[in-house]
């Protein structure tokens, strides 16, 4: 069973371009899901990425609910998409 902790996200809220910086230790997997709860992106990861960078200006504005996958636990966070 995965333990979950909270995912720090900045820019939050975001226009075009996020980076996510100091990614848990292990990470593998970088996901967010629409409020329907419909998977909007996933983004395999190498281990030992510290940061990840994101072009979302082709995603619908919105709230998007991340995870970040490591072999032990998830990490979940909020995005804010805005004009």
Excluded: C
Excluded at 32 to 41: E, S
Aim: proline share 5%.
């Amino acid at each position: 069973m995965f333990a979950t902790q909270t995912l720090e996200t900045y820019p939050n809220p975001v226009r075009d371009d996020i980076a996510f910086v100091r990614l848990p230790a292990g990470a593998t997997e970088l996901r967010w899901f629409d409020l329907t709860g419909q998977q909007a992106h996933l983004m395999y990861l190498s281990k030992g990425d510290e940061i990840a960078q994101l072009d979302l200006s082709g995603m619908p504005l919105g709230i998007y609910f991340l995870q970040v996958k490591t072999a032990e636990r998830w990490f979940v966070g909020r995005l804010f998409r805005i004009k």
